[in-house]
């Protein structure tokens, strides 16, 4: 899970989609912002990036929320994250 404050992502899809994006209220705008943070976003496991699967996104007060998953592997000792949406 992802999550963002919505004043924080009003501004980024603005500077990244252009001034016309709306995500409070454009499903389209939602879609887009989800697929931004989808692509910037990695749990590596020796190095090779972990399959994620997109499950949805939301919006919940004053947050907006972004769902990925992945079958948890047989054994894991290590993983490391990669996210850089917003940066």
């Excluded at 963002?4 to 887009?32: C, M, N, P, W």
């Excluded at 990695?42 to 079958?71: C, I, N, S």
């Amino acid at each position: 899970m992802h999550r963002f404050y919505l004043h924080d992502a009003e501004h980024a899809v603005k500077e990244i989609f252009g001034k016309e994006a709306d995500i409070i209220g454009s499903e389209q705008t939602q879609r887009q912002f989800a697929e931004y943070v989808a692509e910037r976003f990695a749990l590596m496991r020796d190095g090779q990036a972990l399959p994620l699967g997109a499950v949805g996104f939301e919006t919940e007060g004053k947050f907006f929320w972004v769902y990925q998953e992945t079958p948890t592997p047989v054994t894991l000792e290590a993983l490391s994250v990669k996210h850089n949406a917003l940066r």
